[in-house]
C-alpha cells in the first residue's frame, strides 16, 4: 500500500509544512523544494493531498496557471494529472472492491474505509482502465455484490 509520508520522507530534499492557504489543500513550490497543505485539513485530507502534490514532484510540474493564454488548459491538466495518479496510487483495485461492497451506496463511508478523501475515489473510479474494471467486476462479485 502507498504511503504519502514515507515516499515524502525518501526525498529528504522536500520540506512539506502546514500553513493556511487562501486556495486548495496543497501546493507544490519547485522554486522552493517544498510542498505547503493546508493547516484546516484532516488526516485523511493531508494524506491525499501530499499524494497529490508528489506527484507534480514526480512530473516536474511548474507553477503555470497565469503563465500566457495557455497557462490555465495546461494547470488543468497537470491537476486531473495528479488526481488521477494520487487516486491509483492510493487506492488499489481490490481495496476499492472491497469498500464498495461494504459500502456500495456510501461513497462517503467507502472513502473513509479506504483512508481517502471522497474527491479521490471519485476519480479512481472515474479513470479505471478497462482491466482494472474486470478486476473490480470479478472481486465485486466474489462478494457477492453485483450492482457496481
Sequence with gaps: MYD?????????DIICRTCPLPVGEGMWFPDLQSIALDERLDRVGRRSA???????VDHG?????GCGPDGPRQARRQEARAD????????????LAAALATHP???AAAA?????????LVVRIEHLHAAEQ?????HLDSHGDVAA
Excluded at 50 to 56: G, Y
Excluded at 134 to 138: E, P
Design 4 to 12: 504519502p509520508w514515507a515516499d515524502l520522507a525518501a526525498r529528504p
Design 50 to 56: 501530499l499524494a497529490h502534490e508528489l506527484v507534480h
Design 61 to 65: 510540474d511548474v507553477q503555470v496557471a
Design 84 to 95: 488521477q495518479k494520487a487516486a491509483r496510487r492510493l487506492i488499489r483495485v481490490a481495496a
Design 105 to 107: 451506496h456510501d461513497v
Design 112 to 120: 473513509d474505509d479506504l483512508d481517502v478523501t471522497v474527491h479521490l
Design 134 to 138: 474486470r478486476d473490480l467486476r470479478t
